[in-house]
């Protein structure tokens, strides 16, 4: 398995502000993940966080509202930019060393007024 | 397009007896699955996988079944402690799909004493 935190754990950000949420995973990985989850539902993958290329968006994602980054095997970022209500969600990254398992960060709670 | 269902969002169960949760599917590329389960202010835990060749798979007091004619799989619990309550997600992996996980919208499992 891996272990793998979180910053913030949480936060209240305005309308039209970004923030970028840190993962880091304590040991070398080949993935690394970015998934949604908003109230009352199912965790939808956001992207795929490539090392040293641009990450890999899913269908309804986009590179200039999510913009990914991962600098090495252990560390990548997601920023939501100009925020609005809408996105107000747990953002939860993961990783997966190895076959398909993947595991998860604590995740961060988000809350757009 | 709910592709992976758990349609019983919420199940109760008694100290000692066997939980059973469900899980369908309706696309027979999926070739992988898996359960996770999620404690209040967690990231999802990764519990147990099976491949879509194998019928069943066993570790400790967890064992998924999976029926791929009837595109069905089921986690048993024996016995079912306190602390496995829980929200338990299921999700699946579609061939050649590389990493992306499909999940369900998860059963709110809680084991009382």
């Known amino acids: 398995s891996a272990v793998i935190s979180q910053k913030p754990s949480r936060d209240i950000c305005q309308r039209g502000t970004s923030l970028t949420i840190q993962c880091q995973v304590d040991s070398q990985v080949t993935m690394m993940f970015w998934y949604r989850q908003q109230p009352g539902q199912s965790l939808t993958l956001i992207a795929t966080a490539n090392q040293g290329s641009e990450a890999t968006y899913e269908s309804g994602f986009v590179i200039d509202k999510f913009p990914i980054s991962r600098p090495n095997l252990t560390f990548s970022t997601l920023t939501v930019s100009n925020m609005s209500p809408e996105d107000s969600s747990i953002y939860l990254c993961?990783?997966?060393?190895?076959?398909?398992?993947?595991?998860f960060g604590p995740g961060t709670r988000l809350t757009v007024t | 397009d709910q592709q992976v269902k758990q349609n019983s969002p919420s199940l109760s169960v008694q100290e000692g007896r066997i939980s059973i949760l469900n899980c369908d599917y309706t696309n027979s590329m999926f070739d992988y699955f898996l359960w996770y389960k999620k404690y209040p202010a967690e990231g999802p835990t990764f519990l147990i996988s099976?491949?879509?060749?194998?019928d069943k798979n066993e570790d400790g007091r967890f064992t998924v079944f999976l029926n791929k004619s009837a595109k069905h799989l089921s986690l048993h619990i024996v016995p079912s402690q306190p602390g496995d309550s829980a929200v338990y997600f299921c999700?699946?992996?579609?061939?050649?799909?590389?990493?992306?996980?499909?999940f369900g919208t998860g059963t709110q499992l809680k084991v009382e004493l």
């Open positions: 999700a699946a992996r579609l061939t050649g799909g590389g990493n992306k996980l499909t």
């Open positions: 993961s990783a997966r060393r190895g076959s398909y398992e993947q595991y």
């Open positions: 099976i491949s879509s060749i194998k």
